[in-house]
């Protein structure tokens, strides 16, 4: 079963042809500079026709495409409902129309973070399992949630997806939501450099010679024995999981799937996280597990299947 896909990221656009578990043909092209989405539409249709060559397929073939998207979607009418400040024109397009001019088959469009977690149970880590999380580390912090086997989506497209704006510190730093204290604003990407600026002992720090105040080095200066570095590593390991702690509380798993480039660490992230889920968490069955992802940035785009053979109620 041939699908094409595409994953809507900040600064590039990953595109593929899947043939259901597996992918064919990927490429992908930066989307950085870009006027507009509309802008985009011309390259990224040239790259789809290209993979479809690659992987000896034709568009006939393909039961729809797939776009997973960093923003609120509402899948029954197709609309982009918020771009969160990404291809900010994309709600005014017709997407659907696109697709169909260009290759004659109908669109799908949902939430990259729901995305990935349809590739994951699919294909990876949540294979098998009804009733999983997704916590995507990175930039921000992403999540996803499905219960017996179906995503959760909610009356106005939101349910499930804000996983990184639970509140772990109601006197903490304001969010970009407007909330304060949501996990995202205590230990995400973009938060990560003021907190570790503002600390008394930056100028001692070997954070402060680092031109890329980002996780990769902060773990590396952890490992190394900085002391800002370990501190800051804990506060962002306690935070994520009293985070999980609260997808667990929220949505019932028996998995949580950790994704996201930060988990380039995850072999301590993980185990950290474990054992404060197996402490705190309020259940009746038994211990949710918790496990990194399994397909890195191919999870949304091996969503695809699942997306478009998913009967929408």
Known sequence: MLALSLDMGGTHIACAVVDDEHIRASRTISSAGAASLEALLPQMEQTLRTLLQEANANASSCIGMSMGFPGIIDIRSGRIISTLK?????????????????????????????????????????????????????????????????????????????????????????????????????????????IIREDEGFEESSLSQAEILDFR????????????????????????????????????????????????????????????????????????????AELGTDAALLGAIPLLNEDLV
């Open 86 to 194: 990404k291809y900010e024109d994309a709600k005014e397009l017709n997407l659907d129309a696109w697709c169909r001019d260009a290759f004659g088959i109908p669109l799908r469009i949902e939430n990259d973070a729901r995305m990935a977690l349809l590739g994951e149970k699919h294909a990876g880590a949540a294979r098998g399992i009804d009733d999983v999380v997704m916590m995507t580390l990175g930039t921000g912090i992403g999540g996803a949630a499905m219960m017996q086997g179906r995503l959760l989506r909610g009356a106005h497209s939101q349910g499930g997806c804000l996983g990184g704006h639970f509140t772990v510190n109601w006197r903490g730093r304001k969010c970009a939501c407007g909330n304060i204290g949501c996990a995202e604003a205590e230990a995400s990407g973009w938060s990560l450099p003021q």
């Open 217 to 292: 080095m902060l773990f590396e200066e952890a490992q190394r024995g900085d002391a800002l570095a370990i501190a800051t590593r804990q506060r962002c390991l306690e935070v994520w999981a009293a985070n999980a702690v609260s997808l667990v509380h929220a949505y019932d798993p028996e998995v949580i799937v950790m994704g996201g480039g930060v988990m380039q660490s995850g072999d301590v992230i993980v185990p950290y996280v474990q054992k404060h889920v197996q402490s705190y968490a309020w259940t009746t069955w038994g211990t949710p597990k918790v496990c990194a």
